[in-house]
DNA sequence: ATTAGCACTCGCCGAGGGTGAGTGCCATCG
DNA sequence: CGATGGCACTCACCCTCGGCGAGTGCTAAT
């Protein structure tokens, strides 16, 4: 019994059932696939998958659908990515480039992603904490109000609003601010501690609370896991498999509109490696999530990503195609958020 | 034949099918509801009203379900806003109170309403050309490039760069910081025009290119209705509609994607009254809206509201809770901003 | 190891018949 | 003249029951 040919029906019954929908059997399979053998042995094979837990049969007189086992093996095994075509890769390259300000790039993106994958698309906004800083703002609002602007190299703007204790603090605002971009220009927030300690130091004894106090803000938001923003489109798509009861898209549902969770399953994801990323059913450990499987990648440098972006749909999906198109657009976007 | 009774009819029929979600008849109505007569006398009013246009029968040994027509005689003259209980009008307050910032208020709005409702729940941000300014301020981003931050009274903060033509510009800043601060305070982006024409006209000539691009910002913002922005909440609750076959929720998912769908929507509603609006089924000119409903009201104002927040789900919803739990977020809404 | 043959399972489909909810109409009553 | 009881009729829903066919597993032959 050749170990191949097994490996060559688990393919074939993954790509038939993500055409189809419905469970596949012997004999289609060799029709449909030049398998070269008849269907009696594609039955001695099925079984052995089966066996394997690569495969099951949801009756017992109907054909086969993968496991989520079985679809591992197949993204990890034996589907290739397929690469865009030149006139696409051109689309998503000009669409992305119209766009004006960094909320259109993450909207467009976003929205670019569902259409290409007619799946759910997330997109996560550049990671405030990974971003090299390109300016800080002091503005007195009143005596004692100090709103400070924050903005990054991608174009983030991040406002806090702070109430000071002393009121007579005005005067130093501008040294502060002009000492301030000195030290954070250009660099990240999560390597700003040692340099703002230093800074803190520099200053007379009587204005160092203020400067504290900012610099505390200006930690603050690094450390408020809450403040990553992420954007969703194409949630229609999820009423678009056909037949399948509502049921199972309530939950899904349900868990999108926790970014919380969302949120934490892209940046397990990202852990794992730096390119295209699959999470499949149970393997992503949310009840609501069992059949759903996500596709994702970071964008904005190789080592350590400023952030990610994935699209969602059910196990059934078409792999190949999916990872390609989350692949093609995260690459597109480190370009545009680079250049 | 008793006017008023039929109306009577027509309440006890949207109130049951509402309720159960199935076509209601005769008997059941005379059981359920007291109205003193028998199924044959109702059997004739309910013929009346077929007639007149407010109910259906789906097929012709069923019972019957209200028309569009119907629910709108319902709203307009049936049904009472019930007012919510102390306790539930204690939580919504305490609830919205907690919140930290205008993001968290509206994001913690939108889910209270989603949550209230069992429906699918909208909030527009504070309109940024209806509310009054608190703070200008401009920060040189570096020769040619001018940062200008817009801040309202509401908290909403939105930031526009602008390239300057001439790069010798950096020294008349704190004076056009300045003078554009004493035009702006507590004016609304609406009403500025007239002012900041006149303020250009105190610069010195060299010096008006300048000061006319960074007006032109601020106009601009005040003319772009995309900046409207807005959060919703509750999809998930599409799908809790028991039975509900999938190929409704499809074309609402599309609809709820667009946006700007969604703001026309809410900014005709508005235009209507100052108080609670409905629209139900074939009212919102919408093909994917035609069996859903919107329930949506102004807040920061009474007059002429900052924005609007709304209610959306299947035409048979419970419209006098809805409408009451829609007008109390609304309220406290209101007040939340204006304290 | 592969394959042809075969018996078996079982989900799907359409036909048929009974049931009951609901209606419309009509004659009757207060 | 409105309300009502009676009655025939319609028709969606449900259940049952074969027939069909896809698909399987097993076994014996190549």
Redesign the interface.
């Known amino acids: 019994m050749s170990e191949d040919r097994r490996l060559d029906v688990l393919r074939a019954i993954v790509e038939d059932y993500v055409l189809t929908h419905e469970p596949v059997g012997s004999r289609v399979l060799v029709e449909r696939h030049s398998l070269g053998v008849s269907p009696a042995t594609i039955r001695n094979d099925m079984a052995a998958l089966e066996e394997a837990g690569y495969i099951a049969q949801p009756h017992t007189s109907a054909g086969r659908i993968p496991t989520d086992k079985g679809y591992r093996l197949f993204v990890d095994r034996l589907s290739a990515v397929k690469p865009l075509s030149a006139p696409e890769r051109k689309a998503i390259s000009v669409f992305l480039e119209e766009a004006v ?1 960094l909320d259109d790039v993450v909207d467009r993106a976003v929205r670019l992603l569902a259409q290409l994958t007619q799946q759910v698309a997330v997109v996560q906004y550049p990671s405030l904490r990974r971003s090299a800083l ?2 800080i ?1 002091l ?1 007195p ?1 009143s005596e004692d109000r100090l ?1 400070v ?1 924050l ?1 990054t190299e991608t174009g983030r ?1 991040e ?1 806090r ?1 702070i109430e000071l204790e002393s009121s007579s603090s005005e005067p130093i605002v501008p040294e502060l601010r002009a000492r301030l971009n000195v030290h954070v220009a250009g660099r990240r927030l999560i390597d700003l501690s040692a340099p703002l300690a230093e800074m803190t130091e520099a200053f007379a004894p009587e204005d160092r609370s203020l400067v504290r106090q900012v610099v505390k803000v200006v930690e603050d938001t690094l450390a408020e896991a809450t403040e990553e923003r992420l954007v969703m ?4 798509n ?3 498999t056909g037949t ?3 049921g199972t ?3 899904v ?2 868990a ?2 926790e970014n919380v969770v969302l949120l934490r399953l892209l940046t397990e994801m990202a852990a794992d490696s730096a390119g295209v990323t699959v999470r499949i059913g149970h393997e992503n450990q949310h009840a609501g999530l069992a059949e759903t499987s996500i596709v994702a990648a970071g964008y904005g440098a190789d080592g350590e990503p400023l952030a990610r972006i994935g699209a969602l749909g059910p196990t059934r999906m078409d792999y190949a195609g999916t990872m390609a198109s989350v692949r093609a657009v995260a690459r597109y976007l480190s370009r545009i958020l680079a250049g």
């Open positions: 300000d390109r300016h703002e503005v609002m709103l602007v903005i703007v406002q609003i489109a194409g949630t229609a999820l009423a678009r399948d009861f509502p898209i309530r939950p549902l349900e999108l509109e």
